[in-house]
């Protein structure tokens, strides 16, 4: 199973992802910030993060980017959860270095299968 940094600043959603992660048998560690996002990517080494982009201070966009341009963790698979599901924001998540993009409400079988591909390293 995977090592997980979900960065999620509502705790409630935060619980509910972690807690059903963590019952698939994931291991998952959270931050609630871009801030401490990037710092715990770097810190943590995770096999996938799950990155909100609605974020207080450094939001998921200008995370990513960090994560992305920094060499020791610029291979770790960013998966956009987000509640951004205008057209566009699928092809601007993309862009700033997300691997993936998913749209909430959370489709769970959705982010499971997601987790399992970018943690395998599977190109989805």
């Known amino acids: 199973m995977a090592r997980i940094l ?18 698939r048998g994931h291991e998952v560690v959270s931050a609630s ?8 990517a770097e810190s943590e080494r995770p096999d996938v993060i799950l990155m909100d982009m609605s974020l207080p201070g450094m939001d998921g966009w200008q995370a990513t980017q960090q994560i992305k341009s920094t060499a020791q963790i610029h291979s770790i698979p960013v998966i956009a959860l987000t509640a951004h599901a205008i057209a566009g924001d699928r092809q601007k ?17 959705q982010l ?6 970018l943690s395998q390293k599977e190109i989805i």
């Open 33 to 40: 910030d871009g801030i401490e996002g990037v710092a715990m």
């Open 93 to 109: 998540c993309l862009e700033v270095g997300c691997d993936a993009y998913i749209a909430k409400p959370i489709d769970f079988t």
């Open 112 to 117: 499971l299968e997601t987790i399992q591909a």
């Open 6 to 23: 979900l960065v999620e600043d509502n705790e409630t959603i935060r619980d509910m992802v972690s807690e059903r992660l963590v019952y």
